[in-house]
């Protein structure tokens, strides 16, 4: 109908029925938004509202198109549609009436009612969302207090093992100052130990070494505190009495640390950070009590330490005491004997030396040349004899030299010579000795401690080799230092051994022959001269000492 088509221009739905039920007009809107309409009693089936009719056996009264078809006044009603397809449209249906028609029309508000949905939906979400937060904040507080706890009994433990892991009190004191500097974030934490009012910095973290063993008195209220077994939480201008004032107000936390009864010491943790101390206070007391036991266990263990220190000592002082007696009767002696020799020896040595000399004149007067010859023959090897023997006693002489008991300058490459003449009976018609002798200067020492030396690695080295052999004897000298190096080809000294031939009254020779305090007096001789002996020796090929010797 032509009068109804000012209703295409809506942008609502429109749909014009007559008194009898009939559909006699759709706009085009209609017809795109239900383009499945095939009548009106499918249409009103299809369509449905909320509001609740009074009880009734018509079903068409559950439909909003009819209620608005036979409603005398206006109608209005929120409704849903839905299509052919299953999918569930909502609108806003108005019926008026106009003449014989009754004009319905439909405003199309899915979207608003979803997007009313999704407000409805997004609240119950926001709901829940603060819901599972406040869930979720206290789970994280009690994760927090978990892992607080976690953390504290951790840091017990870490302290607790280094403690009893350690008896270097050093060690235990720096360990437990680190930890709790990192948990309460100190610029400062030190060990004080008390003794009669007073506190002395022990040990420091960081380290500040120009702070140790400072003295220090508290005030008398944290002092009171202290003394009371309780720990001292102040913010504070100033460490302690008398002490340079802080920038800005600084907490400090002393905690007492007792033995049995006794205050021992205090830790004391100085830190910017502001906070409350609550359960912290319980790991401050449970470090402060094992720390207290682990100090005095220290203590005591260093002073069992030092005991036995010293005792070693005084046995080290007693064995090179009773080595250098020994090393002193024995040159005592043997410069008595040699001086009682050489005067026994000299006194014949000098009649026939006389004897010697007469002969020699009154050899050239005998007629017969034969026996003058034979004579002369003879002469000259008693005089060269003669000769061998005051050699021989004047080395003796000069390698006891018990009178020299002051440094003096002496040539070693000499003093070797000397210990090689008088040592000739081991070496001659089965050693071949090697000498590669450096420029040498004086040096200041003692000669017949060195001959002594000399003589002892010597004579090893001969006993050392069986049959023929070799030693090489090699000096040399760089500036402050001196060099001997005694080298044979003898049998060698096992690694098991090489460690113990310095100690006194070991020897790898057999009973009767050495005494084992040969080289052990050597060694004690190098080190009075502030030098050093060392052996390399390989079984079957061989040993070298080499002796260093500090020529200032």
Not at 210 to 226: G, H, P, Y
Not at 258 to 282: P, Q
Request: aromatic share 8%; proline share 2%; hydrophobic share 40%.
């Amino acid at each position: 109908m032509k009068k109804f088509e000012i209703f295409n221009r809506f942008r609502d739905a429109v749909i014009v029925v007559n008194t009898n039920g009939e559909v006699v007009y759709r706009n085009n809107k209609f017809k795109r938004w239900f383009p499945e309409f095939s009548g009106l009693k499918k249409f009103s089936h299809n369509a449905n509202f909320d509001i609740c009719p009074l009880e009734t056996d018509d079903l068409r009264n559950y439909s909003p198109v009819y209620n608005a078809m036979n409603s005398r006044e206006d109608f209005s009603a929120r409704i849903s549609y839905q299509n052919s397809n299953g999918k569930l449209q909502f609108f806003d249906l108005f019926a008026t009436k106009r003449w014989k028609y009754t004009l319905i029309f439909f405003s199309d508000i899915s979207a608003e009612a979803e997007l009313n949905s999704v407000e409805n939906l997004n609240k119950k979400l926001k709901e829940r969302i603060v819901y599972l937060e406040n869930q979720n904040n206290d789970l994280m507080k009690i994760k927090q207090k978990a892992q607080s706890q976690a953390i504290r009994i951790a840091l017990i433990n870490k302290v607790s093992n280094i403690i009893r892991g350690s008896m270097d009190l050093s060690v235990i004191l720096n360990s437990a100052l680190k930890e709790l500097s990192v948990m309460f974030g100190t610029f400062k934490s030190y060990y004080a130990s008390y003794n009669e009012g007073k506190f002395c910095i022990e040990e420091i973290y960081p380290s500040k070494s120009a702070e140790l063993k400072k003295e220090f008195e508290f005030d008398d209220e944290t002092s009171e505190t202290i003394l009371s077994r309780r720990i001292a939480v102040q913010y504070s201008m100033k460490e302690y009495k008398n002490s340079d004032s802080f920038k800005q107000p600084v907490m400090r936390i002393a905690v007492p640390v007792f033995h049995l009864e006794n205050l021992i010491g205090v830790i004391v943790l100085l830190s910017y950070n502001k906070r409350e101390l609550n359960e912290e206070l319980e790991i401050l007391e449970a470090i402060s009590s094992q720390l207290g036991n682990a100090i005095i266990r220290a203590e005591l263990y260093n002073k069992n330490v030092q005991t036995v220190h010293q005792l070693q000592n005084a046995l080290k002082e007693l064995k090179e005491t009773q080595l250098h007696l020994i090393n002193s009767e024995k040159m005592a002696s043997l410069g008595q004997l040699v001086a009682g020799v050489a005067h026994e020896i000299n006194t014949p040595i000098a009649s026939i030396k006389s004897n010697n000399t007469i002969l020699a004149k009154f050899i050239p007067r005998i007629e017969d040349t034969e026996i003058s010859s034979i004579l002369a023959d003879i002469n000259d090897i008693d005089r060269e004899a003669i000769q061998r023997i005051s050699h021989m006693v004047t080395s003796l002489k000069k390698f006891v030299r018990l009178d020299e008991a002051e440094l003096q300058e002496a040539d070693i490459n000499k003093e070797l010579e000397l210990t090689l003449d008088l040592i000739r009976h081991e070496t001659k018609n089965r050693i071949e000795i090697e000498k590669h002798y450096g420029d040498l200067p004086l040096i200041k020492c003692y000669p017949n401690m060195l001959n002594q030396v000399f003589t002892n690695v010597l004579v090893n080295a001969c006993q050392a080799i069986e049959g023929r052999g070799k030693i090489t004897i090699t000096t040399s000298y760089t500036p402050k230092t001196l060099t001997v190096s005694i080298k044979d080809t003898g049998k060698g000294i096992k690694k098991s051994e090489i460690n113990k031939i310095f100690t006194a009254g070991y020897t790898t020779k057999g009973v009767g022959v050495g005494t084992g305090l040969g080289l052990a007096i050597s060694a004690k001789i190098i080190e009075k001269h502030n030098g050093k002996i060392t052996v390399n020796s390989e079984v079957g090929k061989g040993t070298e000492f080499v002796i260093t010797i500090c020529s200032e």
